[in-house]
């Protein structure tokens, strides 16, 4: 990754160079680094918002409620996790967050939960195959609220950000059951239950 954020600069520098384009270059930068923290800076009271509800709902005792709501789908996706466990309300937490459509807020939760999973399941060098599950979730995301995409949408100036739930809740129901059925496919090829 590391090659690549540099190799990309690298190239544009040179084909700015070679077409006689440096000053329109350089003005570029300038202006879109510009706008990126101008956006970063909309986006920050939205997911401080979320990231606060979250805690909130921690400290409140919800993870242990959505734990205990969500535990048979956590069950079922999750093999061997102790549905009444840390590691299953974190899950949780995640998915919720998740599906919230948070991305960003939902990551501490993913690393907190993968840690949990490791240390129910003894640790290892290599991912297992609730960690790959958990993995696959949190990368087809499966969104009612996109929060994230909103924000990002009323930062540019759209007068109905959410206009956009329909398609996001097809599109990510859809990723979501295409995403978890090739998890336990593969994981029926390779010898493992997932």
Known sequence: MKIILIVIPVISFIFAAVNGKMGEMSESIL?????????VISICGVMCFWCGLMK????????????????RPIGLLFRGINRGGKAAGLIAMN???????????????????????????????????????????NTASLQIIPATAAALRSANGAEKPMD???????????????AVFTAKICAKFSGKRV
Request: charged share 15%; hydrophobic share 55%; proline share 2%.
């Open 56 to 71: 909130v709902a921690e400290k409140a005792g919800l993870l242990e409620k959505l734990s205990r709501l969500l535990s």
């Open 164 to 178: 956009i739930l329909p398609c996001v809740w097809i599109v990510t129901a859809y990723s979501v059951f295409i």
């Open 95 to 137: 998915l919720a967050a998740n599906v919230l459509g948070l991305g960003n807020a939902s990551t501490p939760l993913g690393i907190a939960a993968m840690k949990a999973i490791s240390a129910e399941e003894g640790g290892g060098d290599s991912a297992s195959d609730n960690m790959i599950m958990l993995a696959v979730l």
């Open 31 to 39: 202006e879109k680094s510009g706008e990126a923290v101008e956006l």
